[in-house]
């Protein structure tokens, strides 16, 4: 059972194909989007190890010539130096304007492979195949790529949409139980921002996701593939509804920098901490019932995610370091936070009217 989510961009359009076994046959499903059957695969050292060899085998018997290009694991390759290093060997194998780059990976090679796909020889086609729970669900979708700089994270990057997004639910069978939980994380967040009765399905069906059911995985990716593409395709470039992707992330990029992104804290699990320091925020300014909260911090726990600060170590930071990390943030404007907060599951907005004493004054736990 393969599932289609459609990304209405114009003449942008494209497709992701969402089923278990798409790797095994992605030969077949790119011929469509092939200018020539060649097709250069960007991946990096674990996901080749569990999964180059049976997409590479896949082209083989589709006729599609293919190379590949293996990069370091981490957070550490989406950066300037490892682009360059990208962008050479890309070059190196003579890679031009009809021809097709295949990033092979989570979000770190989707957004590097992607950025590279933007600027070499101002813009190439590219196909995404995402390989963790996250990509599949957020970082594939929607056209966003980056690197970081030691100023901060994505700070340097383009929008270059993919030509076909390909997210097999099999590929995840090896992913590091953690990583399947942070990438959760992030589904949970479309059922809170915008559609309560997917928050009721999670509650039900989570589990059982989290244990491997390739049809709830499947289920659970193309409804947030559904929703992000509806997202996306109303707001492309950010200028406003895109922004409630944005729950949860202000608080949790304020965690994951003091965090040291070194594995102390993963993106998703920052970002589950965030949703539920967003809905105790809201609860407190009056704008959200105590139940929709306790329900939030209910799911996340019974699943096995962090709700607090303290769950990775991270209590105690004072309220204004937090705040700082905040004011660095790429979604501050004249001086003012941007916050996506909620009037109850399935009710987030975008607002810029909350003071940061109140914040604060959350922050620091005071009355
Ligand atoms: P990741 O790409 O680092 O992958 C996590 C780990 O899992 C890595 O060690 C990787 O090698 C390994 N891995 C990947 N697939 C595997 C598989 N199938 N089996 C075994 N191991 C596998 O991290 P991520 O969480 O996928 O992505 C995080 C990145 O995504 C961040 O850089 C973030 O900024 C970016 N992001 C981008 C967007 C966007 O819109 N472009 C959205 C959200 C996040
Ligand atoms: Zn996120």
């Known amino acids: 059972m393969t599932r289609t989510v459609?990304?209405?961009?114009?003449?942008r359009s494209y497709d992701i194909a969402i089923g278990a076994g798409l790797l095994a046959a992605a030969g077949d499903a790119m011929k469509a989007v092939l200018s020539r059957p060649r097709v250069v695969i960007v991946t990096d050292r674990?996901?080749?190890?569990?999964?180059l060899g049976t997409v590479e085998a896949s082209c083989v018997r589709s006729g599609i010539e293919?190379?590949?290009i293996v990069l370091p694991p981490g957070e550490a390759t989406k950066s300037f130096a490892e682009l360059e290093h990208l962008c050479g060997a890309l070059i190196d194998r003579r890679v031009g304007r009809d021809d097709m780059i295949l990033a092979l990976g989570g979000g770190v090679i989707g957004d590097l492979a992607g950025f590279a796909a933007s600027i070499l020889r101002r813009g190439v086609d590219f196909i995404q195949a995402p390989t963790t729970l996250l990509a599949q669900v957020d970082s594939s979708v929607g056209?966003?790529?980056?690197?970081n700089v030691p100023q901060g994270k994505n700070l340097i990057g383009a929008f270059h949409q993919p030509r076909l997004?390909?997210?097999?639910?099999?590929?995840?069978?090896?992913?590091p139980r953690r990583e399947v939980l942070a990438g959760y994380a992030e589904v949970v967040k479309y059922g809170l921002l915008g559609d309560r009765g997917f928050f009721d399905w999670l509650e039900v069906n989570g589990p059982a996701l989290i244990e491997g059911d390739r049809a709830a995985r499947i289920e659970a990716v193309a409804r947030s593939c559904q929703a992000k593409a509806r997202i996306v395709a109303a707001d492309e470039r950010e200028s406003g509804e895109r922004a409630l992707l944005n729950l949860g992330h202000t608080f949790g990029h304020a965690l994951e920098a003091e965090g040291g992104y070194d594995g102390t804290i993963l993106h998703g699990e920052a970002v589950a901490i965030g949703m539920v320091q967003a809905f105790e925020l809201s609860a407190r300014l009056g704008l959200c019932n105590g139940q929709d909260v306790e329900r939030v911090r209910r799911h996340f726990t019974a699943v096995g995610l962090p709700v607090r600060p303290a769950d990775r170590g991270l209590d105690g930071v004072p309220a204004e370091r937090l705040l700082h990390h905040m004011a660095q943030d790429k979604k501050v404007r004249d001086g003012r936070l941007t916050f996506v907060?909620?009037?109850?599951?399935?009710?987030?907005?975008?607002?810029?009217?909350?003071?940061?004493?109140?914040?604060?004054a959350y922050l620091s736990g005071e009355a």
């Open 143 to 147: 056209g966003k790529t980056a690197v």
């Open 46 to 51: 674990n996901v080749a190890d569990a999964h």
């Open 6 to 11: 459609r990304v209405d961009l114009g003449a």
């Open 165 to 175: 997004v390909l997210a097999d639910v099999a590929a995840l069978d090896t992913l």
């Open 66 to 68: 293919t190379a590949a």
């Open 341 to 360: 907060l909620v009037r109850g599951i399935g009710e987030a907005f975008v607002t810029r009217d909350v003071e940061a004493p109140a914040v604060s």
